[in-house]
């Protein structure tokens, strides 16, 4: 495959100006691969400041309620800033100040990609700008307050559908304006190469450590793999290092919304075709001239229009499966894990959540799934509240 | 003589754009024709897109207004089926790669040889990704637009080499939008193109007043409007034809 393609996925499809610093970074993050110093750094940060690694849980009250296949959660949602997304950030902040870069910018749904990028901003003396809709920083409040707390400057984006898919188009823009001094950290696998395989580098920790974690725990590899999927870092995250692997099922939990027979959809896998957007070439929810469909969901992190090019092509050969999952759903799985277990999940990993617990009851007891709790609750909970009719006080 | 070769034989080009459906395409017909007749060497059509990326806030708007009031690809085809007759003024398409690839290459260039569309602006596809249409442009004989960035720097060469028609050289960082000040980086730009290749090249992205017209002009072979343009549609809007007009006269006396 030529570099920066997953099948006839991906590409570069950005504006001429970009393209210096697309293939600068590419230059850079190669470089950083070799660069013992820079693993060096990066490891201590996962370890001592994220929090790595993650733990990988066994949910043994789920499994004995559910009556089926046994159920491990890998505990992203305990990484410091509370998700997976510091993984990613850590990586590219590193790589954004070993560039010489003296400012990131970035993009956020729910908050928690920006939450993240304005940690590791902070942490490594970086400027920082977060690009949010409008819409995400009504639903999000709490995190808008945090990432100002952080020392970032939120920009709420009034364009479009005021959610994800326009806080993308917005820092492109502003990437355009100020590339020489600024790095875009984008928050998932998607945008233009080298996005896509650097944001999979950077979370396929994920994935390692289950795998480690599972061989010492029960001896063998899991039989499922279960992830929430918007762009697909998580998912990504935990299922790369299994690609090979080809007894280990991997299935991607999609945001069907209000179902995938409305408009009211994320299900991008379900019902959107190829497309090209925000720099790749990749399935999109889109109307047949080739607009961009309005998307929804409860989660903020799962309402985008579009999916990672690797998730794309995973699909094309057939090696990972993708479902979607309501709203109702998540919502009672969030409510579920939350009684059953005492975690609070965030509404995008009760996506997964919520088709483990279709899924388990139909497996064998000698049977392993592995959920990315890719983060937690906290944030959601407010969003829930209102879901459920019930009136509180933030 | 192509369609562009006569943009560029007139002195230097002035190339209006609008965004086709804004405020509709009936108005988008007529504005085609004024402008013709006010001396547009060449109209750069925008094809609506949900999310132009490249665009700053004053076309983004227009491409709002476009696909509310029910553009389509399929719609302005027609409308420039009803306008040929009329006028051989050139046109260029100016879209985002989705409505492109959705709409099928082979297709979309078809009917824009059926129709006198003469070349493609399509900025989200840049020198590597040329591949993707540029095989259906040359089958139909429409050429795919290069641009040239200030960020280009090494690559201009490349892209020059092998650029047709004209060379989109965008005159500084950012999107599209009125600019007060722009730097003279892109006449060090074309600079560099003229020694390597004589093809035509025209400057756009900030320009708005004759005087920067008639600056950018010195160097280059043309020089692309759009904001300015698309604020006065956004003004008068079903009443801005004859505004669009007399500014496009003013723009293009500016530069003769």
Redesign the interface.
């Known amino acids: 495959m030529p570099t920066g393609r997953f099948g006839v996925h991906g590409g570069q499809y950005v504006p001429e100006t970009l393209m210096k610093a697309l293939i600068e970074l590419e230059q850079a993050y190669i470089r950083s691969q070799n660069d013992p110093r820079f693993q060096a750094e990066l490891d201590y940060l996962l370890k001592n400041y994220a929090g790595r690694p993650s733990l990988l849980y066994y949910a043994e009250k789920m499994t004995s309620e559910l009556g089926g296949a046994k159920i491990y959660l890998k505990r992203e949602d305990l990484n410091h800033t509370g998700s997976h997304k510091i993984n990613n950030v850590l990586g590219q902040a590193l790589l954004a100040k070993y560039m010489g870069k003296k400012r990131v910018i970035a993009e956020t749904g729910a908050g928690q990609h920006g939450v993240a990028t304005a940690t590791a901003a902070a942490l490594l003396g970086l400027e920082c700008d977060i690009y949010m809709g409008r819409e995400d920083t009504e639903r999000q409040a709490l995190n808008v307050y945090r990432m100002e707390l952080l020392g970032a400057r939120v920009h709420p984006v009034d364009s479009g559908t005021k959610t994800l898919k326009d806080a993308v188009n917005e820092t492109l823009r502003e990437w355009t304006r100020c590339i020489d001094t600024t790095h875009y950290v984008i928050g998932s696998v998607m945008g233009p190469h080298p996005f896509p395989t650097i944001v999979r580098d950077f979370q396929s920790i994920i994935g390692r450590e289950v795998k480690k974690q599972i061989t010492e725990l029960e001896g063998r590899l899991p039989d499922v793999l279960l992830a929430c999927i918007g762009g697909g870092s998580n998912a990504i995250g935990l299922f790369y290092d299994f690609i090979k692997d080809r007894s280990v099922r991997l299935i991607g939990c999609e945001a069907a919304g209000k179902g995938v027979d409305t408009f009211e959809t994320a299900a991008t896998m379900t019902v959107g075709k190829l497309g090209i957007f925000h720099g790749m070439k990749s399935y999109f929810c889109q109307d047949e001239y080739g607009q961009i469909a309005p998307v929804y969901s409860i989660s903020a992190g799962l309402d985008y229009p579009g999916v990672g090019p690797e998730h794309a092509y995973l699909k094309d050969i057939g090696r990972a499966e993708y479902v979607a999952v309501t709203d109702d759903e998540a919502v009672n799985a969030f409510e579920y894990l939350s009684k059953v277990e005492g975690i609070i999940p965030a509404v995008e990993s009760a996506h997964a959540v919520a088709y483990a617990m279709k899924l388990a009851p139909r497996m064998d007891n000698d049977k392993i799934i592995v959920i990315n709790l890719s983060g937690r609750g906290d944030k959601d909970v407010a969003a829930i509240a209102r879901y459920r009719g019930v009136r509180i006080h933030d | 003589m192509t369609d562009l070769e006569r943009t560029f034989k007139n002195g230097k080009a002035f190339i209006p754009f609008i965004t086709a459906g804004d405020p509709s395409l009936e108005i988008t017909e007529r504005l085609i024709i004024e402008m013709a007749e006010a001396g547009a060497d060449l109209i750069e059509l925008g094809i609506p897109?949900?999310?132009p990326?490249?665009e700053?806030?004053v076309i983004?708007q227009a491409n709002i207004r476009a696909?509310s009031s029910g553009t389509?690809?399929?719609k302005i085809f027609e409308m420039l089926r009803r306008v040929r007759p009329a006028c051989d003024v050139p046109i260029a398409f100016m879209t985002?790669?989705?409505?492109?690839?959705?709409?099928g290459p082979e297709k979309f260039m078809k009917n824009c040889s059926e129709t006198g569309v003469c070349a493609v602006i399509v900025?989200?596809?840049?020198?590597?990704?040329r591949d993707?249409f540029l095989p259906y442009c040359r089958k139909y004989g429409v050429e795919l637009i290069h641009?040239?960035?200030?960020?280009?720097?090494e690559?201009i060469r490349m892209?020059a080499r092998d650029a047709g028609g004209f060379l989109y050289c965008?005159s500084s960082?950012?999107?599209t939008g009125i600019r007060e000040r722009i730097g003279d980086d892109v006449i060090e730009m074309i600079k560099l193109v003229k020694e390597i290749s004589d093809i035509p090249c025209a400057v756009g992205f900030g320009i708005s007043d004759p005087e920067q017209a008639k600056h950018f002009c010195k160097v280059s072979d043309g020089v692309i409007v759009g904001s300015a343009i698309v604020k006065i549609v956004e003004q008068y809007r079903e009443n801005c034809v004859p505004y669009v007009k007399e500014y496009v006269m003013k723009m293009k006396q500016a530069i003769l």
């Not at chain 2, 985002?96 to 709409?103: L, R, T």
Request: hydrophobic fraction near 35%; avoid cysteine.
């Open positions: 897109f949900s999310d990326v490249a700053g806030s983004q696909l389509t690809t399929d985002y790669a989705n409505p492109v690839f959705s709409y900025p989200d596809v840049p020198y590597e990704e993707e641009m040239i960035s200030p960020t280009s720097n690559r892209i965008v960082l950012g999107v």
